[in-house]
């Protein structure tokens, strides 16, 4: 990889900047995206802004499953961010049309409408949950990934729960 | 020598080290000041580097040539407006009389640019966006012009160079101008889009105003022409109002000229963080009402200050 190449990677990996749109979501997946563009988690420590043309954007954060009023939207503006391009699915129903699949109007998760890059399950998915999912997202695009950053909480202790 | 100033310094290099630079100051004291930890130095370098090489979309029904041609010219304005800027001693790269003038018109192309990229984008947002630009220009650009010409009509001298030196001469006499510092500092806001005056670019209402459409390089052009813009309209604010310490060596006048322009910045990110967006006829209502006949006042202040000095 060229040195030119390693310089654009590293401006990528700091500096996506993000759009968010609701394919038909219940609005809780959409409070806990915007949760996490709140000072209180203060996304722009990693560079991460929300932009509100897809013109401007890198990566598209979509909550909800795809009905099929809004695949036809979703697919449009999806065309208008610029290469490159990433879509972050957010929520259960994002990642596979969760309570709603097999509805009348909904076709399913992100995934039938666009190519996803990640998935975050949830319902709905908490800002941490959102925030960790992006950064794995933007450290997958390194060719020599960086130490993750350690778990924040500590792992669960199995409990003997009696029958 | 003339190829060192043009790309070096005080040109194309040094301004955009000092755009960058100060977009991360001014984010940097706006997160601080809402309790957060902000964006790390390089932020805006990253952001640059990333839209240059990011994928550039010409819309279908979009003029091509002003819509490329649009942000390279805001650049370009702005870059040459510097070079008559007395930045630590009186004199300035360039000076010929009446470039004070000349420097406000090559500020006033920037905004002339949006409108035209806005425009020719053919898109709704940025229709709105673009007219919504002008109109603001109409309401700040009188007042702005009052309050930075009466500082050389006191200096009796249309010359930026010349200003410099008057007031390096007579100190004192800057205090007069105060009302017309803090007028020049309101409408620079407007001048510059920033809150409260970014209703050209409001993100709630109108996507990104006149930038809708642009992606890409265009896009990291413009946004460093508006950068660069933060630091040029900051140096003419600071040339014409706060002509202290010019007499001092280089190496301290230096200091002392990127302290006051951090002091510029930083009322600029003060007032983002404490103010919302007005909506754009109280803009014009205030600009027309408030400030331009306090620039007017001062103007008449200057005049009869002037009358007495000279017999």
Redesign the interface.
């Known amino acids: 990889m060229g040195l030119i190449q390693k310089?654009?990677t590293?401006?990528?990996i700091?500096?996506p900047w993000v759009i968010h749109f609701n394919t038909g979501a219940c609005n809780a997946c959409d409070i806990e995206v915007i949760a996490a563009l709140t000072?209180?988690f203060?996304l722009?420590?990693f560079?991460v802004q929300l932009?509100?043309?897809p013109?401007?954007a890198?990566v598209m954060v979509v909550s909800g499953p795809v009905t099929r009023q809004s695949r036809d939207r979703l697919k449009r503006v999806y065309d208008?961010l610029?290469?490159?391009k990433f879509v972050v699915a957010v929520g259960t129903c994002a990642c596979s049309g969760g309570v709603f699949q097999g509805c009348y109007n909904v076709e399913g998760g992100i995934d039938m409408a666009i190519p996803v890059n990640a998935y975050i399950p949830g319902c709905a998915a908490r800002p941490e949950a959102i925030i960790d999912g992006v950064v794995k997202l933007l450290s997958s695009l390194d060719p020599k990934p960086a130490a993750l950053p350690a778990p924040v909480a500590e792992p669960v202790e199995k409990v003997d729960v009696p029958a | 020598m003339a190829l060192f100033n043009i790309i070096v310094f005080p040109g194309i290099l040094f301004l955009v080290i000092a755009g960058l630079w100060f977009e991360f100051v001014d984010r940097r004291m706006y997160a601080r000041m809402q309790h957060r930890q902000g964006p790390p130095w390089f932020q805006p370098l990253a952001d640059f580097i990333k839209l240059l090489a990011k994928e550039t979309i010409i819309p279908e029904d979009a003029n091509r040539f002003l819509f490329t041609a649009m942000p390279v010219m805001a650049l370009t304005a702005t870059i040459s407006a510097f070079f008559y800027i007395p930045l630590w001693s009186p004199r300035a790269l360039f000076s010929f009389p009446g470039d004070a003038v000349v420097v406000m018109y090559l500020l006033t192309i920037p905004t002339l640019t949006f409108f035209l990229a806005g425009w020719y984008s053919t898109s709704l947002y940025s229709m709105i966006g673009a007219v919504r630009s002008l109109t603001q220009l109409f309401a700040y650009e009188i007042p702005l012009f009052m309050a930075v010409l009466a500082p050389a009509m006191l200096a009796n001298t249309w010359s930026l160079a010349g200003i410099a030196a008057y007031y390096t001469a007579h100190p004192l006499m800057a205090l007069l101008n105060v009302p017309a510092f803090c007028v020049a500092m309101v409408t620079l806001l407007g001048k510059l889009e920033k809150v409260p005056f970014d209703i050209p670019e409001a993100e709630t209402e109108i996507v990104a105003g006149a930038f809708t459409e642009y992606s890409g390089r265009h896009l990291a052009l413009f946004r460093l022409a508006v950068d660069i813009e933060v630091v040029v309209a900051g140096s003419l604010i600071v040339a014409m109002f706060l002509p202290f310490g010019l007499a001092l060596p280089w190496y301290l006048g230096i200091i002392v000229y990127l302290l006051k322009i951090t002091l510029v910045v930083a009322l600029i990110a003060i007032l983002r963080t404490i103010m919302a967006r007005l909506r754009i006829e109280q803009m014009v209502n205030f600009c027309w009402k408030i400030l331009a006949p306090v620039a007017l006042a001062q103007l008449l202040l200057n005049l009869v200050v002037k009358g007495f000095l000279k017999p």
Do not use: T
Request: charged letters at 45%; glycine letters at 8%.
């Open positions: 310089i654009v590293w401006a990528r700091k500096s000072p209180r203060d722009e420590r560079g932009k509100g043309s013109r401007h890198d208008q610029a290469e490159p």
